[in-house]
């Protein structure tokens, strides 16, 4: 008899090392997975200032993944002249800082920055649709949606 109930301790014991493993686990995938939707706010932020660098320096092109109010600024900046470049420059990356800040949280798995990051940016696609630019409007809804999922994750986190 006290054999058999050893063996049910061991297997009981047994059970629940691997539940907890099994948690591991799970809690470092979701880790994972928040650090990726989290990293979305470093490119937007990085792009951003990619497409005000090109502006000031007379290019043509932007990427659709940066910000659409970093596009109202560097337009004003450019009807300002030399001395709205500096302002261009300096307010985008104050701009962009705030983003890069989202994702340095966000890697923690802070809720709190994935939304307040997702919120600034769902306002800044608004923008792009009275500016009908429609392709940076859609990479918008695709970034969105990924850092959703690690807005998710960062909850499974915490749950």
């Given at each position: 008899m006290a054999a058999g109930v050893g063996t049910a301790l061991a297997q009981s014991n047994e059970r629940a090392t691997q539940v907890n493993e099994r948690i591991a686990v799970s809690k470092m995938i979701a880790a994972a997975r928040a650090r990726a939707g989290a990293r979305w706010f470093y490119w937007i932020a990085a792009l951003s200032m990619i497409n005000s660098l090109v502006v000031v320096f007379g290019g043509n092109f932007h990427f659709v993944i940066?910000?659409?109010?970093?596009?109202?600024v560097d337009a004003i900046a450019k009807r300002v002249g030399s001395a709205g470049n500096v302002l261009d420059l300096v307010i985008n990356g104050f701009v962009a800082g705030i983003f890069a800040l989202f994702g340095y949280f966000g890697t923690k798995a802070q809720k709190w920055a994935f939304l307040v990051g997702m919120g600034l940016y769902a306002i800044d696609g608004v923008m792009l649709l009275g500016a009908?630019?429609?392709?940076?409007?859609?990479?918008?809804a695709y970034a969105l949606c990924a850092i959703y999922r690690g807005y998710g994750a960062a909850q499974q986190i915490q749950a």
């Amino acid at each position: 008899m006290a054999a058999g109930v050893g063996t049910a301790l061991a297997q009981s014991n047994e059970r629940a090392t691997q539940v907890n493993e099994r948690i591991a686990v799970s809690k470092m995938i979701a880790a994972a997975r928040a650090r990726a939707g989290a990293r979305w706010f470093y490119w937007i932020a990085a792009l951003s200032m990619i497409n005000s660098l090109v502006v000031v320096f007379g290019g043509n092109f932007h990427f659709v993944i940066g910000l659409g109010i970093t596009s109202v600024v560097d337009a004003i900046a450019k009807r300002v002249g030399s001395a709205g470049n500096v302002l261009d420059l300096v307010i985008n990356g104050f701009v962009a800082g705030i983003f890069a800040l989202f994702g340095y949280f966000g890697t923690k798995a802070q809720k709190w920055a994935f939304l307040v990051g997702m919120g600034l940016y769902a306002i800044d696609g608004v923008m792009l649709l009275g500016a009908k630019d429609y392709l940076s409007l859609g990479f918008h809804a695709y970034a969105l949606c990924a850092i959703y999922r690690g807005y998710g994750a960062a909850q499974q986190i915490q749950a």
